[in-house]
Each structure stands twice: as structure tokens, then as C-alpha cells.
């Protein structure tokens, strides 16, 4: 909802509304403000007198014009704008294309050492390989030999592997080799295809002991099959829940359909039925209404969805029909893949147990002309799940039947086998929950695709996956990168594979700051967005998983769709869409399937850019302590407690984010073991006015606008004194374009803070110089709900943003002060009249529900909007043409 040029404040009292604009608007009367011609055909109400002639108008001016001298008085606005308006700027050299390639460059070089870590644990492993003369056998994670060759984990005694019958593979000696010490693995992973032991090794810093595991995470089956093949496979899942399972038997079907399910990656397409005497399908209780029979992607959504069908299958009372799961197969495929030629995947999960003696010949017969019916070539996996101990002739040797589609041993005629087009598929025992990964990487691989397979393509380039959630816990977004390990007869050994912080990888896509006059993202070949400024960030606590779209979902111009093929098709270039006023610089980087993208406006050389030689001598008296209070106390000032958060009344705080340095990343990773020798060069650096001291990995020009700031925190603690408003202040704080932060009092703040993706700091960039004013959201330092009143100042394109925290009732008292009518929850014997108010977006500000502890949903977290807490209000707003964008 935009109304004006400027930042609209909406205050509405009962069923009338006014306009408060601020900053710009309160030099205007309404009756101007009316012909804006900005504002079209706006319905207002009339001049409205309520309670003695008070005329609402004039008391919304008075509103605005106390927002204004909040800002001019509480935050220092006109002597910051005095500051600004004296230095020096010159006119941006910066060449977009320059810039492209420098940041893929950077990533390249990146990468190169990511690759070089690859390969240097794949030499190693064929080395291993091709001087053993015995059997390879590797049944403990990343082992480690000592000297004298002997082990002691395990076994709880020493083991001599000198004099073993067989080979010990020291992954341990190559997963801590590093080419560049620079690197940051999240995990390295060995997935290995050596009999008989087929596991996942993996090693990381963040797990104890030798920091090696075996790991089943279908995370590593999906990298290994997409590093094996690059084609997306077309699957159609049964699963056995019939009455002749144990309950063993069934919960090891249940773990292995989950897991291949998990195992599945976004490209693949795939389909899901339990059987018994019935065959119900997982797409019957899809929100999307699709047909039971279709083959739909494997997204995160969808994967939950059939986990959540196999994790409620229960055991049926009725014998397994067979030969109804597999008619169900083949309708699926014949829907789903009517003009296809791609291979088609049949994976059955049973116990195998026929109910009659001639239902084997039954089922080949319905497999038989299921082959016929459908266009792709179908093979047909099957995986018999067994208990310890029990011998399960009859049951193996049907299973095995089915997987090989031995039409002749029941003299059945079929085209495509006498054709010889049918491929002969796997089967494979399970009895056991743990440790499946290996079942799950067979019964996914079709034969002409398993790496034994002499028709397999040998794939030597490395393999990128799309983001998904790090098995370590730590909350990361990774990248797995991995690449095939073959030994000298061509035979596949495994593959080795890294997982990458995307947040590493693309530190400077995430972190690109260019003054919001141009943004950057990062795309795959195929149009698939990795990073951009408008994909919102899964959040991990709240097991969002990242979703992967296409970048015409961020960038939406027509233009941009019909040219977006220039971009795949060329290495690097520059293209204009002068409709648009956009720029777009993009630089392919080599050897893998990323692109790198710039965008910004046609205006922008023109812009001035602040001149970063200008250091004033006032450096060494920069008032400021670093954030960490408790590395930066030197006795110069007292420490307090302002709510939960460790403060200073004595001195204003200085913190810095991932965006001030060269390598956020890196950065933010060193800052959770911060010392107080990091905080020292940190201070020393921007106090040093002789430019000897070495830059400790900052930006260019954060120096520069610190000083600016250097008179902020004085002139502070003076209204921190003075202003009757300090009881109901929580914080001021000021914001570079650099992103450091300026907080006063002084406190302590979570090193993963992103100043410049707040909400106060986003909304006051989309409106400078025009007080905003966020929803109450709750304080992390236990001032309760606060409102963030924010400007965005400067001399275009240096901006600062200043801010301060209020209270939520402190809010509301001030609206309650301007509009003596309104009633405040609080009272004894409330006013008929009802105030509130509310963002250009419709989003609650102050409302007397918000304030009331009695109220339904006062203590909630989220925002609360005008169409939840005044629909009908909110109905009438919507009727005023002018009021909606």
C-alpha cells in the first residue's frame, strides 16, 4: 500500500483515517497534500472534530512533527547531515565487467583448492589401490596407522595390520592433507565401491575422537549417484505391506523406502505405492491434486509428503498381490511418460513370498505386457528384506526372477526381450536398518549406469550439487562438490566428495555492497538460482528447507526473459535493457556450471562515491570500544547491565560485520573464537592515522566513515542525560554503508548479526531521508517488544542509517499524546475512540491489543496486520483506489 513519494504513516481512529507523512510532509497542510499528484484520486473523509472540536488533521501534523524532532533531537539527524554534506566525493571508476570477473575470479580460485583437495584424495586412494596385492577391506572410519602399524581402536587391544591377509587404506593421512591451508571443509566424504565393505567415510573438524565417522546419510547417496550419472532417473517405489512380513521385516522396509527416497535429487521423477491385497498410492493424498499415477519431481515437499506415507504404513491384514503392484507400475509409467524414450526404474522392496505356486509365472505374464504397453525401456530392482538367521530360498530365487525379467523360464513371448532391448536389473538382500547406503546406491543404479558396468560413461569432471542443509548441525548451508575415483583398469573405487559453505563460496555475491545502486546473483547453466538478493534464507531452527527455483522468479522484466539466453550462451558480457535502466555484466566461471551476474543502473558511472584518501587526524580519538566489552575493558569505563546485554554508559560500541571485511566468511568464522589480540588490531587499524599499520582484512573506506561519526556518541550520552525520552530508549545505533555498526550505550552483539538486512535498515534505504517505523518486534537483550525508529541520511551514495529502539508502550504514549481522544487499554475508564497504528503495508505499529497483557495474541511474535485485527477497517481501506499499489 503506497500512497505518496514519500513514507506514510497511517493513523486511524475508528472508521476515519489520516495521513501522517514525516520529515517531508510536516511542512505541508493536508489540503496540499491532497493535491499531490502522487496521491490521484484518493477518497478522504472530511475534516473531522471529535471530543471538543479537536480537528484531527492538525493533530496528525502535530504527530508527524513529533516523529521529525524525534529525529532531529533523539538521533542527531541534522548533525551527521552537517558532517556528510562537507566531504569529499569523486565520480565511480568502476567498470562492471571488471568487477564480474574479479568476483569469479575470486570463486574460481576458490574452488581450485576445493578440486585440488579432491584430487589429491583420489591420488591417494588409487595409489592405495593399484600397489595392494591384497584384498581391500576397510571396516573402520578414516583409520589411522600408527608408526608401528599397529591399532588399537576398536579392539581395546593392539592390532598389528603388518601381519593382517589384508589392506589398510589410511583415509585419515589424506583427508588431513591440505593444498591451501585456507580452505574451510564443512565434511569430506569418501564413498567407497571396494568389496566388501561399500561405506561412507567421513571426516570432519566438528566431530570428536579422530573426527572420523561411518555415515548413512542419504545426503551421500544422492551425491554418488548424481557423480556417477549426470541423467535424471524416472523411478516408480513399491513397497511390501503385506501380512506376511515380520515386524522386522516391515520396519527395514520402511528405513530402506525412506532413505531411497531421501537419496533422490530435484531432477529425478518419482513415484510411490504400498502393496498388499490393495495397492494405495502415495499421490493420493497429495495437496496438488495429481492423478495416484503420476511421476512427479523429487522435491523437498514431495519427499516429505512420501516419507510421511511410508512412516504411517501400517502392516495389512490381506497376503501381497504382486502382480496389482506392478499393473500400478506400469499404468504410472505409461502416464507419466507417454512420449519418452528415457529409461524407466521399478525398485521393489518385499519379502517375496508367493501365495500360490503359479503366481511367479502370474506376475511375468503382467511384467510381460506392462513391457509392451509402454514406450521406455523398464528395469526392475528388487530388494528382499530378510531375518538374521532365516534362509530364504524360494523367496531369493522369485526376486531374482523379477529383476531379470527371465520371460523364458515361464515360456512367455515378449517383443522387447526377443528384440534383446530388455536390461536385466538387481537384486539385492537386506537385513538391517543400518548401514544401507550401499543397498540403496544398487537398487537406484540401473544396469546400464552401475559403475561396474562396461557401458557406464567414466565421468572425470567434478560434480556440484544444489544447496542443501550440512549433516554436521551447524546450521550451514553447503555445496557438495565431488568428482569419481577410478583405478588403472577403469574400474570405479568410489568417489571422494567435499562439502562447501555456500555462504564461503559465494561470500561475495551474499556480501556484495554496492550502495543499493547495483546487486548481484549466482546462477547455474540451467537457470537455477544459488544466490540473489530476493530469495529469502531458509532458516535451519525451523527446518525450512532452500528451495530451488529459477532465476525468472527474481528477475521478472520481460526483457530479462527473452535475453536471459544471451547469458547461458556466452562466456561474459554486457547487455543493457534501457526499458528497464539495467545493466547486466556476467562472467561464466570455468569448470563449473556457475555464473556470475551483476546488475546495475544505466546512471550508474555518474554516481559519486566517496573519497576514501580524505583520513582526518581525528583517527586516534575515535571514541569508540569494540562490541566484545569483555576483551575491550581496560578500566577506562564501567560495565553495566542494560536489560541482559552486557553495556556501557561510559562509551558507544563499534561492530563490525561480515560486509566490512574482504572475506565475510572467513570473518565470521574466526569471530566465534575471537581473542582480544583480534580486537586490538581491529581498534589499532582505525585509529592509526599514519597508515603504517597493516589492514587486518577490512574493506576500503570503513576508516573514513567511522571518523564521520566520531562526534555521534558524545552528543548521545548528552540526550542519554537530558531527554525525558532515555527511560523508554533501549538503544540508538547508526549504520554505515560499509555495514559497521555504532551502538550506544556500548553492548555486545551476536557476531552473526546482518545490520543491513534488518527490516528498520532495509525500509529507511527504500525511503531516505523519511523517518520508518517497524512492527514491534521482541529485543534479544530482553527489553521486551521495541520499535525501531530509522532514517537513512547522507549524500547519495554514502548513506548512514541512524535508529533508535523504543519501547512498545512508549510508542503508543506518543500517539496517545498527540490524540488526547484515544483510549488506552491501560485506563481505568477507557475513551469511546480506539487508535492505532500501522505501516504503508498494512502492519500494526501500536494498537491497543498489542499493549494489553490480556489480550489474544499479545505476546505472539510475528507481525500482526490490519486485516487480522480490524477485517472490516481493512475492507473499507481497500475501496480507496489511491490507498492501493
Not at 408 to 416: D, E, F, L, T
Request: proline residues 5%.
Amino acid at each position: 500500500m503506497k500512497t505518496f513519494n514519500l513514507r506514510i504513516i497511517l493513523l486511524v481512529l475508528g472508521n476515519i483515517f489520516v495521513m501522517c507523512g514525516s520529515i517531508s510532509a510536516v511542512n505541508q497542510n493536508l489540503p496540499q497534500l491532497i493535491k499531490d499528484p502522487m496521491v490521484g484520486d484518493v477518497a478522504l473523509s472530511p475534516p473531522s472534530t471529535i471530543n471538543n472540536n479537536m480537528i484531527l488533521q492538525q493533530q496528525a501534523i502535530k504527530f508527524a512533527s513529533r516523529l521529525r524532532d524525534l529525529g532531529d533531537t533523539e538521533l542527531g539527524v541534522v548533525l551527521i547531515q552537517n558532517i556528510l554534506d562537507s566531504l569529499e566525493y569523486k565520480l565511480s571508476e568502476e567498470d562492471d565487467s571488471k568487477h564480474t570477473k574479479r568476483i569469479a575470479e575470486r570463486m574460481v580460485s576458490k574452488l581450485s583448492g576445493y578440486l585440488g583437495v579432491l584430487n589429491q584424495s583420489a591420488s591417494l586412494i588409487q595409489d592405495f589401490k593399484h600397489h595392494s596385492k591384497k584384498l581391500c577391506y576397510v571396516n573402520v572410519p578414516c583409520i589411522y596407522i600408527s608408526e608401528n602399524g599397529s591399532y588399537e581402536e576398536p579392539y581395546n587391544s593392539s592390532v598389528d595390520f603388518n601381519n593382517l591377509p589384508l589392506s589398510i587404506l589410511n583415509l585419515t593421512e589424506g583427508f588431513l592433507s591440505y593444498p591451501e591451508p585456507n580452505l574451510n571443509r564443512n565434511v569430506h566424504y569418501f564413498i567407497s565401491e571396494m568389496e566388501p565393505e561399500r561405506l561412507t567415510h567421513v571426516y570432519s573438524e566438528d566431530f570428536g575422537g579422530d573426527k572420523c565417522i561411518i555415515m548413512d546419510d542419504p545426503h551421500f547417496q544422492r551425491a554418488f549417484l548424481k557423480t556417477v550419472s549426470s541423467e535424471s532417473k524416472q523411478i516408480v517405489l513399491l513397497v511390501d505391506n503385506g501380512v506376511s512380513l515380520s515386524e522386522n521385516q516391515f520396519t527395514i522396509a520402511k528405513s530402506l523406502a525412506n532413505h531411497i527416497v531421501w537419496s533422490l535429487s530435484e531432477e529425478d521423477r518419482v513415484s510411490l505405492f504400498a502393496v498388499s491385497d490393495t495397492a494405495t498410492s502415495a499421490m493420493s493424498a497429495s495437496p496438488h491434486h495429481c492423478s495416484q499415477f503420476s511421476m512427479a519431481y523429487a522435491t523437498y515437499s514431495l519427499k516429505h509428503q512420501f516419507s510421511t506415507f511410508i512412516d504411517d504404513l501400517f502392516k495389512s491384514t490381506g497376503p501381497t498381490n504382486h502382480s496389482l503392484g506392478f499393473t500400478m507400475a506400469f499404468k504410472a509409467i505409461e502416464e507419466s511418460m507417454k512420449n519418452e524414450t528415457a529409461t524407466a526404474l521399478i525398485v521393489y522392496i518385499s519379502r517375496g513370498l508367493m501365495s500360490f505356486i503359479t503366481e511367479a509365472k502370474t506376475l511375468m505374464e503382467v511384467i510381460s505386457q506392462g513391457q509392451d504397453s509402454v514406450k521406455p525401456s523398464v528395469i526392475i530392482n528388487t530388494c528382499v528384506v530378510i531375518d538374521d538367521g532365516k534362509i530364504l530360498l524360494y523367496e531369493k530365487h522369485f526376486m531374482r526372477v523379477v529383476a531379470e525379467q527371465n520371460f523364458r523360464q515361464y515360456n512367455i513371448s515378449n517383443v522387447k526381450s526377443e528384440a534383446g532391448t530388455v536390461v536385466k536389473g538387481t537384486m539385492v538382500s537386506v537385513n538391517s536398518s543400518s548401514n544401507i547406503g550401499a543397498v540403496v546406491r544398487s537398487v537406484l543404479s540401473t544396469p546400464n549406469l552401475q559403475p561396474h558396468s562396461p557401458l557406464h560413461p567414466l565421468k572425470s569432471k567434478p560434480t556440484f550439487l544444489m544447496p542443501t542443509w550440512d549433516v554436521t548441525n551447524k546450521g550451514e548451508l553447503v555445496v557438495s562438490i565431488s568428482k569419481t575415483v577410478f583405478d588403472k583398469e577403469g574400474n570405479l573405487l568410489g568417489i571422494v566428495g567435499v562439502d562447501v559453505a555456500l555462504e564461503d563460496l559465494a561470500e561475495d555475491i551474499i556480501f556484495f555492497n554496492d550502495f543499493r545502486r547495483s546487486y548481484a546473483f549466482f546462477i547455474t547453466t540451467r537457470g537455477k538460482a544459488m544466490a540473489h538478493p530476493l530469495m529469502k534464507q531458509p532458516v535451519n531452527m525451523m527446518y525450512e528447507q532452500p528451495i530451488v527455483l529459477d532465476i525468472s522468479n527474481f528477475e521478472t522484466s520481460r526483457a530479462f526473459s527473452r535475453s536471459r539466453s544471451i547469458i547461458f550462451r556466452n562466456m561474459s558480457g554486457l547487455m543493457s535493457l534501457h526499458k528497464e535502466q539495467l545493466t547486466y555484466s556476467w562472467q561464466h566461471v570455468p569448470r563449473t556450471p556457475y555464473i556470475v551476474v551483476t546488475v546495475s543502473t544505466l546512471s550508474r558511472r555518474n554516481n559519486p562515491v566517496w573519497s576514501t584518501s580524505v583520513v582526518s587526524s581525528s583517527a586516534t580519538s575515535l571514541s569508540l570500544a569494540y562490541h566484545r566489552l569483555d576483551f575491550s575493558n581496560t578500566g577506562q569505563y564501567h560495565l553495566c547491565r542494560n536489560f541482559r546485554q552486557l553495556s556501557s554508559l561510559d562509551t558507544g560500541s563499534l561492530f563490525l560485520s561480515g560486509w566490512c571485511f574482504q572475506s565475510p566468511y572467513k570473518h565470521l568464522l574466526s569471530e566465534e573464537n575471537i581473542s582480544q589480540l583480534n580486537v586490538q588490531s581491529y581498534m589499532a587499524f582505525l585509529k592509526d592515522s599514519t597508515k603504517l599499520l597493516a589492514n587486518p582484512g577490512l574493506r576500503p573506506g570503513i576508516r573514513s566513515e567511522l571518523i564521520s561519526l566520531a562526534t555521534l556518541i558524545p552528543y548521545w550520552k548528552k540526550i542519554f542525560i537530558h531527554s525525558s525520552l532515555s527511560k523508554y530508549s533501549v538503544r540508538k545505533y547508526a549504520v554505515t554503508s560499509s555495514g559497521a555498526l555504532v551502538m550506544y550505550p556500548g553492548g555486545v552483539v551476536n557476531h552473526r548479526l546482518d545490520v543491513m538486512r534488518r527490516s528498520w535498515y532495509m525500509r529507511a534505504m527504500e525511503y531516505p531521508k523519511i523517518i520508518t517505523v517497524t512492527p514491534p518486534y521482541l529485543d534479544s537483550a530482553g527489553a521486551g517488544y521495541v520499535v525501531t525508529l530509522s532514517i537513512a541520511i547522507g549524500q547519495d551514495p554514502v548513506v548512514f542509517v541512524l535508529a533508535v529502539d523504543f519501547t512498545l508502550g512508549a510508542m503508543f504514549n506518543l500517539m496517545v499524546e498527540s490524540f488526547p481522544s484515544c483510549s488506552s487499554p491501560l485506563e481505568a475508564i477507557p475513551n469511546s475512540v480506539k487508535c492505532f497504528l500501522m505501516d504503508d503495508r498494512g502492519y500494526l505499529i501500536a494498537h491497543p491489543s498489542l499493549i494489553d497483557p490480556l489480550a489474544k495474541g499479545a505476546a505472539d511474535e510475528q507481525q500482526h496486520h490490519i486485516t487480522h485485527r480490524e477485517s472490516l477497517l481493512a475492507n473499507d481501506l481497500l475501496n480507496h483506489k489511491g490507498l492501493v499499489k
